[in-house]
Structure formats: C-alpha cells, structure tokens
C-alpha cells in the first residue's frame, strides 16, 4: 500500500483537479453569469400602471426614515398608490416623525405596533401586518435605510409585472463612499446579485433582497404568509422568495432607475455581523439551489490554491494559460455585468477583490452551521 502511495503523481492529481475546477467556473460565467451581462429588458408596447402599496417596516428608524422616506413619498407615478410604515414598538421619536410625514403627504399610512408577537422573530409579524393593510394586490418592499435612486423607481419595478408573473427582484445597493470596506461590502453585494439574478433568468430564482422586491398580495396569502418560517430568524425576503418563486412567475428589473440606494456599514464588526446574519438561511434553501450556489461557491474557494500549487509544482506554462483563460472570461462578464448594475467604478479593483474571496468564504461559512440569532432586522 505504501509503494502504491508513492507512485502516485500527487501533483498531476492537483494539476487535474485544478482542470476541472477552472471548467466548471468557466460553465458557471458563461452559462449562467453571462444573462445578467449581456441581459435585454423584454420589449413591451405599452408602460403599466397598477395601483401599488409601498410597505416599509421600522424600529427605531427615525433619523433613517427622516433622511429616506421623502425619496418614496415624492415618486413620479400617475396611478393609485400608498406608502405603508409599519412602527413596530420603537422607542424614538419614529411615531411623531410620521405624524409630521402625514400632515405632507396623504397617501402615508402609518402603522404604530405596540406588541411583539411570541414565536415570530425577525420583521415577519409587522410586515405581515403591513400587508394585511395592503389596499392593492401589487407589493413593493424596501427598508427603512434605502431610498429609490430616481423618481421612477414605482413605475419601472411595477411595470416587469406581465401575465403569470407574480414576482419582481430588483437590486438594492450601496452608496459609494471612500474606502476598503465600501469596496469589499459593494463588491460582495454585486457578487450575490451576480447569483441571484442569474439564476433567476435561468429558470431557478433562489431570493430577492428586501431593500428592492415586489411580489403580490395573493401569493403572499395563498402561501399562508411566513407561517412555514416564522421558526426561522430572518428569511422575510430571501426564504420567502426561495419557497414562491418558480421558473415562471418571476421576474427581474436591472434599470438604474429602479434600483434603491443603502449607506452601508461604517465599521468591520457591524458588517461582520450582518453577514453573518444573512449566511445562516442559506441552510433552508431548496436542495437544487444549495446544490448549484455550493458547487460555485466551493470551486471558486479552490481555484486559486490549487492554481498556486500547479504553477509552482506542475507545468507553469499549462497552469498560466487555465487561468488566464478563466481570469479573462470572468473579466469580460464581470465588466459588462458591473456596467449593467452601475458597479463599473469596482472593475479596476475586481482581481484583488476576487481573491478577497477566498477569505470572505472561509470567514463566513462557519455561519452555515450555525443557529440564527433572533435579531429584529
């Protein structure tokens, strides 16, 4: 057995393996990666307007919601809509500075919570509250700290809305602000858009990201609302989206005017623990999509260690020409993709931030395992 050992190639082995991990990265670009890239809004010959019910949920948010809500309030949309602030139990002055709102704007409806609902963590209770004040069947989600990036964002989310669709994910991102962290946590955010919305062209939406998604109110109910996940902290858009979505009823809407903007975490900790936070539902995803996303996510860990080990213990030449084969493929669809989300700032960083990867991975996938804490947000 011990002669058997040694007269194995170790590093052809790894060479190979590495083969088959760059392969596999290359199907995951220019198979699935390249819709977002090279992605065309379908043509319609008339813009819709269905009536829209706008919900937010908040605690503690006064200061988010004094700078944000003016941003949803003042939108540029002809039909029936309503803003919806869901209040649930806040300490600070969020009750009187809606109150002010309200005098303002008339389509405001306030929602003031004074109770928590035993069993039901994370921000399902008042957003299912919001929901069931609802006056329209179309829905659009966002957060208390976003606002719409133009005046357009109702009109360009509600109108991807065609017959049997019933789902619209939009992308929520990041105000660009100085600095190595806002670079990593935009990249990131990117990253996962790069996922999900690919996927989702390809027929197997997996989430949406709360701060941008829309789906309607009979779908909520017919699904019996978060009843399936109020075990689960969390999950109010990305489990709630893995469980309704199909191949058919979903949609995307990759317009800059419809996406919404978030001032991102000032510090290494908050951010760390967000993160962490959003990690631990990915365990409660569908079979088929923790299949795909970890077959990516664990080539993508690989290539580089394994690209290291065959240039300097296999043939350097051989090594050099796969990666730059897949360096240049991913290049290509990161810059078009980056292009097509208003990223295009980020493109010059990508390399370094795509080894940065390789770290992100091994700090946040412990969280997998890990039990969700009961936080609000």
Known sequence: MES??????????????????AFVQLL???????????????VRGNTQTHPVSIIICARDEAGNLGRNLAGVLVQ?????????????????????????????????????LSQEAKGISGKKYPLSIGIKEAKHEVLLLTDADCVPASEYWVQKMQDAYGPGIEVILGYGSYYKRPGLLNRLIRFETFHSALQYFSFALAGMPYMGVGRNLSYKKGLFFSNKGF????????????????KVATPTNTAIVLDPEAFT????????????????????TGKYYKPKHKFFLGLYSFTHFLFYPLFVVSLIWFDWRLALGIFAVRTIS????????????????????????????FIYYCIFAPALWKKPKKNWA
């Open 4 to 21: 058997f050992l040694k007269s194995i190639d170790w590093w052809l082995i790894l060479f190979c393996a590495f083969c088959v991990v």
């Open 28 to 42: 995951y670009y220019w198979i699935l990666f390249r819709r977002v890239a090279w992605y065309q809004a379908p």
């Open 76 to 112: 540029t949309y002809t039909s029936t809509h309503e803003v919806i602030v869901v209040n649930h139990n806040s300490q600070d002055e969020t009750r009187f500075l809606l109150e002010e709102f309200r005098k303002t704007f008339k389509s405001l409806n306030a929602v003031n």
């Open 227 to 242: 009843s399936s996940l109020n075990n689960v902290p969390g999950g109010d858009d990305d489990l709630f989206i893995n």
């Open 261 to 280: 903007l978030s001032e991102p975490k000032k510090t290494w900790g908050q951010w760390l623990r967000q993160k962490n936070r959003h990690f631990t």
């Open 330 to 357: 991913q290049a290509i669809v990161y810059y078009k993709s980056m292009s097509r989300l208003n990223e295009k700032d980020l493109f010059a960083w990508w390399w370094l931030l795509d080894i940065w990867m």
